[in-house]
């Protein structure tokens, strides 16, 4: 019988990956700066063909686990390595400036000043997820199962995040280069426009997610995960706040230089967070996880638009967030209705619901005027660039385009 391999070293080994990790974020951050995304491309490919490459050798060649573990950890360190070095040649491209010298320790206070509250937040954000993770064990002491539905939910909600994060990290940016004073114009078209935009990407996509959970889930696993599908719709609800401009106005408290009140709001999330989930999770197992983690940062939001408004006199246009959340609960109403209906297999339940879906809610927004031929214009601009899925997008904004003409006549 083959021994398993002790685990220590596998730690040891992997540990490394950290190192390489804070370069992969280094370098991303600097290439999202200086809008040059397409080398952060460049560093992750290189990741993955590096990544990919060194496992199959390496498990290959009769090392087994640790095989993987080292492949994995060489393709995140080159992938840092490789991130540096790209940031290294665009730095040596920028323009130097030449009649002041910089001041190395005043430069280094700022960046602290400005850093750390990112820093302490982050820290307390991921001890906060730590917290409900080890407190679910302690609830299900001689069951697993609620735990792996809920790892199967986790895993695809992952789905939405496609859509979020190239939103959110282009925001941050986008925002630091409009100064609120001199522009305020500006300034409030861009963060309404960025909710707005969001929402008309995000938030159908959950809402078909949480009207379709079921068979999702059946078709993709099996039946043999009965709770999934209602936590998959749980998790979803937390996408939803990007109507409320969720996505929005962290990037924009970042951008202006605003981060100690960005962890003032992190601390309330926490104050809040970690009472309720000792409290709902040590009581209801996984949906007190959930039900912890969409209440818990909701304060932090409401704070958040208010602090925005008082300071630069900006708001999110609830009129059209309305619509946008109308037109989605419409087509996730009709869809489930519809989808509960049929008693084919779930692959072809899936199938119809995604098609129904996405003709009601198409009809939804014109009629709810939620979108125009502006706001389609601007899309088409925005997804240019994403090959197949821009193209796909484009031949749905044109279905779009010939539906308000339809209606209107």
Same mark, same amino acid.
């Given at each position: 019988?083959?021994k398993s391999?002790?685990?220590?070293?596998l730690?040891?080994i992997?540990?490394?990956?950290?190192?390489?990790?804070?370069?992969?974020n280094?370098?991303?951050?600097?290439?999202?700066g200086?809008?040059?995304?397409?080398?952060?491309?460049?560093m992750?490919?290189?990741?993955?063909?590096?990544?990919t490459?060194?496992?199959?050798t390496?498990v290959i060649?009769?090392?087994?686990t !640790?095989?993987?573990?080292?492949?994995?950890?060489v393709?995140?360190?080159?992938?840092?390595?490789i991130?540096?070095?790209?940031?290294?040649?665009?730095?040596?491209?920028?323009?130097?400036p030449?009649?002041?010298?910089?001041?190395i320790?005043?430069y280094?206070?700022a960046?602290?000043?400005?850093?750390?509250?990112? #820093?302490?937040s982050?820290?307390i954000?991921?001890?906060?997820?730590?917290?409900?993770?080890?407190?679910?064990p302690?609830y299900?002491s001689?069951?697993?199962v609620?735990?792996?539905?809920?790892?199967i939910?986790?895993?695809?909600v992952?789905?939405?995040?496609?859509?979020?994060?190239p939103?959110?990290?282009?925001l941050?940016p986008?925002?630091s280069?409009?100064?609120?004073q001199k522009?305020?114009?500006?300034f409030?078209?861009?963060?309404q426009?960025s909710?707005?935009y969001? %929402?008309?990407?995000?938030?159908?996509v !959950?809402?078909l997610i949480?009207?379709?959970?079921e068979?999702?889930?059946?078709t993709?696993?099996?039946?043999?995960?009965?709770?999934?599908?209602l936590f998959?719709?749980?998790l979803?609800?937390?996408?939803?706040?990007?109507?409320?401009?969720?996505?929005s106005?962290?990037?924009?408290?970042k951008?202006?230089?605003?981060?100690?009140?960005?962890?003032?709001?992190?601390?309330?999330?926490?104050?809040?967070?970690?009472p309720?989930?000792?409290?709902l999770?040590?009581?209801?197992?996984?949906?007190g $996880?959930?039900? #912890?983690?969409l209440?818990a940062?909701?304060?932090?939001?409401?704070?958040?638009?208010?602090?925005?408004?008082?300071?630069?006199d900006?708001?999110?246009?609830? %009129?059209?967030?309305?619509r946008?959340l109308l037109?989605?609960?419409?087509?996730?109403?009709?869809?489930?209705?519809?989808? %509960?209906?049929?008693?084919f297999? %779930?692959?072809?339940?899936?199938i119809v619901?995604?098609?129904?879906?996405?003709?009601?809610?198409?009809?939804?927004?014109?009629?709810?005027?939620?979108i125009?031929q502006s706001?389609?214009?601007?899309?088409?601009?925005?997804t240019?660039?994403?090959?197949?899925v821009?193209?796909l997008l484009n031949?749905?904004?044109?279905f779009?385009?010939? $539906?308000?003409k339809?209606l209107k006549?």
């Open positions: 019988m083959r391999p002790r685990p220590v070293p730690i040891q992997v540990s490394i990956s950290i190192l390489g990790g804070g370069l992969i280094a370098a991303t951050a600097a290439f999202t200086i809008e040059k995304m397409e080398l952060n491309s460049v992750l490919v290189c990741q993955s063909i590096i990544k490459f060194v496992i199959i390496l060649l009769g090392l087994g !640790a095989g993987a573990t080292i492949g994995f950890t393709g995140i360190l080159m992938a840092g390595l991130g540096i070095i790209l940031t290294w040649t665009l730095y040596r491209k920028l323009p130097k030449s009649n002041h010298k910089l001041e320790k005043a280094i206070a960046m602290f000043q400005y850093g750390a509250p990112i #820093s302490l982050a820290i954000s991921g001890f906060l997820g730590q917290f409900y993770a080890f407190l679910l302690i299900y001689t069951d697993n609620a735990i792996g539905n809920y790892g939910a986790a895993n695809f992952v789905l939405i995040s496609f859509f979020v994060l939103i959110s990290t282009m941050f986008a925002f280069k409009i100064d609120p522009d305020k114009g500006t409030k078209n861009v963060f426009y909710v707005k969001a %929402s008309l990407l995000v938030v159908p !959950a809402a949480i009207c379709l959970s068979p999702a889930v059946s993709l696993f099996g039946s043999t995960y009965g709770a999934a599908p998959l719709a749980l979803s609800f937390s996408y939803l706040y990007a109507a409320f401009g969720s996505l106005m962290e990037n924009l408290i951008s202006q230089g605003q981060t100690k009140y960005f962890f003032k709001l992190t601390i309330i999330t926490a104050a809040i967070g970690f309720m989930g000792a409290i999770i040590l009581r209801f197992g996984v949906l $996880l959930i039900v #912890s983690t209440t940062g909701l304060p932090s939001i409401f704070l958040s638009l208010r602090w925005i408004k008082r300071h630069y900006v708001s999110v246009d609830w %009129s059209s967030s309305a946008i037109s989605s609960a419409v087509a996730a109403v009709v869809t489930f209705l519809v989808n %509960s209906q049929l008693g297999a %779930s692959w072809i339940r899936l619901g995604v098609v129904v879906f996405v003709l009601v809610v198409a009809v939804a927004a014109v009629l709810t005027r939620a125009n706001d389609i214009g601007s899309l088409r601009d925005m240019s660039s994403l090959g197949f821009g193209r031949k749905f904004l044109g779009m385009v010939k $539906l308000m339809t006549t």
